[in-house]
């Protein structure tokens, strides 16, 4: 399974950017509930968002209403809107895939459970 993240780079606090994360290889695109994780430096690697299959989102409280997650099962890409970038936003940011194990389950809010990682994709927000 393949995970390739793409569409970081520098920008201006204010600034809008669109992280595309396209899987590949044996992974089951619907059956995974789809992340995304940001690290800054000498961070510990944190919890921004996630997607269901079904189109559910969520979000962690300091990316609310700025950050957008979404995907296209048919595509088997996530994708991570983030609008009115903050020199805070400034980190690598890693797409992930967590195999749903289960018919009810709770999505995750730490790495440790996903199953699948990106090689991350820089993002860098001048004040």
């Known amino acids: 399974v393949q995970l390739q993240a793409s569409g970081g780079g520098l920008v201006q606090a204010g600034d809008s950017l669109r992280l595309s994360c396209a899987a590949s290889?044996?992974?089951?695109?619907?059956?995974?509930?789809m992340g995304w994780f940001r690290q800054a430096p000498g961070g510990a690697r944190e919890f921004v968002a996630a997607?269901?299959?079904?189109?559910?989102?969520y979000y962690a409280d300091s990316v609310k209403g700025r950050f957008t997650i979404s995907r296209d099962n048919a595509k088997n890409t996530v994708y991570l809107q983030i609008n009115s970038l903050e020199p805070e936003d400034t980190a690598v940011y890693y797409c992930?895939?967590?195999?749903?194990?289960?018919?009810?389950?709770?999505?995750?809010?730490?790495?440790?459970?996903?199953?699948?990682w990106g090689q991350g994709t820089q993002v860098t927000v001048s004040s």
């Open positions: 290889g044996r992974i089951f695109f619907s059956s995974n509930v």
């Open positions: 997607a269901t299959s079904g189109g559910n989102a």
């Open positions: 992930a895939a967590h195999k749903v194990r289960a018919v009810f389950y709770t999505v995750s809010r730490s790495p440790d459970d996903y199953d699948y």
